[in-house]
Structure formats: C-alpha cells, structure tokens
C-alpha cells in the first residue's frame, strides 16, 4: 500500500534561518503530494499541493518541488519566522481519490 | 469558503463508555472523513462517507461506529470507551473526487 515517511520529529532552528522538512513517499499511482500545516490547539490546514513532477509550487514564502524520481516531496523556506512554529504533515493520495495517507509529521519550532 | 464545526471541543468519558462526537460542514461536500491524531502517529483514517449514503471503513475502524446523517453532518461513536485513551479526532470534508481535504478543529478525547 502507500506510504510516507517524514525522517524528523522534531526541528529546532533560530528565526531567520532556513529549513527543510523531509517527505518521501510510496505508491504504485501516480502521486498528489500535499503538505499540511498544524498550529497549536488548531485545525491541519492545506500549505501546499502538486502532482506535476518537477514544478516548484509555492505558498506562504514555503516551497516544494515534487520530485518522481527520488520519491520526495520535501518543504522548504528561506527563512523561518516564529509564527512558523507548527506541525507540519507530509500526506499522499496515490490509488484512492478519497484517501490520504499521512507522514507521522515534524514539529518545528522556531526560537528568537 | 466554508467552515467545519466539530462538537464537543473536549470529551471526557468512562471506561466502557459510549461515546459520540459529531461534525457539521457547510462547504456542500460530498465526502467526509473521520481520523484519529495520535502524538508522534499522524492522522489515521477511522471512516469515510463518499456521498450522503454511503459508509467506508478505515484503516482504523474497529471500536468505531459512523454514521452520515446528511449531506453535511458526519458522527462518530466510540463504542466502548478505552481507560487511558487520549487522542484528538479529526472531521475533514472534500468535494467527491478531489483529493483535497478541508479539516475541522477536532475532538480531544479523554477517557478515565
């Protein structure tokens, strides 16, 4: 069946300096990638989606770029700020229109 | 844009208790979802309703009772309510067929 992997639980960086969040997935489909953002005591809500293979997609000054051939879906931003502290889900739609599979996501925090 | 209201905001129950939680939606979706969140997990997929009258099991469903009332409203019952059990519950909407899901705010269940 389908599956993701999100290698870090948890991440904590400085404001201001960059971060990655690691997503890499499994399917047989091909793949909708989605990351999820989580902010405390709140509901998980849609940062970014793609499943154009080698596009940079956008969103909120985070980017990802799906990537076929390695498998990933990985989260980036230039600079993290301390509103970015959050739970942040990897998920993937692969053979089913209606489920996602989800990464045990990564808590980022972000200290002044 | 729509919103979904999950009710109640906290749960506490008793061992062996029957439990039920409910979700409304005014986005007009078709389908709807019922996960459970678990620190360190992710989202588990308990049940999910691809329209008014139909009901799918998840990956996560023994122990779990659902039923769609309506177009927009979704429940969940916890058929025997397990002592030490802590997690947040999760609705979620999406139009039939797309791959995008829209969250609620959840559940948090305690049971004594």
């Known amino acids: 069946g389908d599956s993701v992997t999100q290698t870090e639980g948890l991440v904590t960086l400085t404001k201001g300096l960059p971060v990655m969040l690691n997503c890499t997935y499994q399917?047989?489909?091909?793949?909708?990638l989605f990351w999820y953002v989580q902010h405390l005591n709140e509901a998980p809500k849609l940062l970014l989606k793609?499943?154009?293979?080698?596009k940079r997609t956008e969103h909120q000054g985070f980017y990802a770029t799906l990537h076929k051939s390695s498998s990933s879906f990985h989260l980036q931003k230039s600079s993290v700020q301390l509103s970015d502290s959050a739970l942040y889900f990897c998920?993937?739609?692969?053979?089913?229109?209606?489920?996602?599979?989800f990464g045990k996501g990564t808590l980022l925090t972000v200290t002044p | 844009g729509g919103i979904i209201t999950q009710t109640p905001k906290f749960l506490i129950g008793q061992e062996g208790q029957k439990l039920t939680l409910k979700c409304q939606q005014n986005f007009n979706h078709d389908t709807m979802y019922w996960y459970r969140q678990d620190s360190g997990k992710g989202l588990r997929l308990i049940y999910y309703s691809i329209t008014e009258n139909d009901l799918q099991k998840g990956d996560l469903s023994e122990g779990y009772d659902a039923s769609r009332e309506k177009k927009s409203s979704f429940s969940l019952t916890v058929t025997s309510a397990q002592k030490n059990e802590m997690a947040v519950f999760l609705c979620?909407?999406?139009?039939?067929?797309?791959?995008?899901?829209?969250f609620g705010p959840g559940t948090r269940l305690t049971v004594l």
């Open positions: 399917t047989t489909y091909s793949p909708f």
């Open positions: 998920a993937l739609s692969g053979g089913s229109n209606y489920k996602l599979t």
């Open positions: 793609s499943s154009t293979d080698n």
């Open positions: 979620a909407s999406s139009m039939v067929g797309g791959r995008e899901q829209y």
